[in-house]
């Protein structure tokens, strides 16, 4: 009965390197979203995903960023390039359907750190 | 679009005071209203969830309450304790065709509790 699981909790990167952020959610549920926190920042709406399709990236920067959630495995948020500014808390949600009133379920996120 | 503000943006209260937090929106079309809390470097705990239908919930010294009417909610606790220190975010539930379920949050209210 595990919850929304994130990898890595924390995550140093270079400048200029690639960071991969895993989201695996919970059994049963095959739509998840992304938030991103900035420092002093509410959370923010990036993608939403359902198994193989990217729904909405509305809220996904237009560059270095993108996100998969395959029919097998983990959600993946990928940064390529990371800048200082990505430095964030990335977290996943999982529901098991689309709105609704099912609330969604939060992973304990992971923070990004650029150097 | 929908916008979410919470006032106070920070509140210290000595212990054993009821307090009240305000989260208000502009886009009542809404599926539910949900209150979290978040502390330092942590996830996000659900607290309440109030469905788009219902005016209120309350969860032991917890009472959320939803006027759609007034794009308002409140969440009020009672006899307050050090241990209920954390920042606290309203975050609703968007009922938008495009909205595609998506969580829009408040910017939080930090709160301290001091003994």
């Known amino acids: 009965n595990a919850g929304v699981m994130q990898n890595p909790r924390h995550l140093v990167r270079r400048r200029g390197q690639e960071a991969r952020l895993r989201c695996s959610p919970m059994k049963g549920h095959s739509h998840v979203y992304w938030y991103r926190q900035l420092p002093e920042e509410g959370l923010k709406f990036m993608v939403y995903?359902?198994?193989?399709?990217?729904?909405?990236e509305s809220g996904m920067p237009k560059e270095r960023f993108s996100a998969e959630f395959p029919k097998e495995g983990p959600s993946i948020l990928r940064i390529q390039q990371v800048v200082r500014g990505d430095s964030a808390a990335y977290f996943c949600a999982s529901s098991p359907v689309q709105g609704g009133n099912q609330p969604q379920h939060f992973g304990d996120g992971t923070r990004l750190s650029i150097l | 679009k929908q916008e979410v503000t919470q006032i106070p943006a920070a509140l210290s209260v000595p212990e054993g005071e009821n307090l009240v937090l305000n989260c208000s929106f502009t886009d009542s079309a809404i599926y539910n209203l949900q209150w979290f809390r978040q502390d330092p470097g942590k996830g996000l705990t659900s607290l309440l969830l109030?469905?788009?239908?219902?005016r209120e919930q309350t969860s032991g010294r917890l009472n959320a309450s939803l006027d759609k009417s007034s794009g308002r909610s409140t969440l009020y606790i009672a006899a307050s304790q050090p241990g209920d220190s954390a920042t606290y975010l309203c975050a609703l539930q968007d009922a938008g065709g495009t909205s595609y379920g998506k969580l829009t949050f408040g910017q939080g209210t930090i709160l301290t509790v001091h003994p």
């Open positions: 995903l359902q198994k193989e399709n990217i729904i909405d």
């Open positions: 109030i469905q788009s239908s219902q």
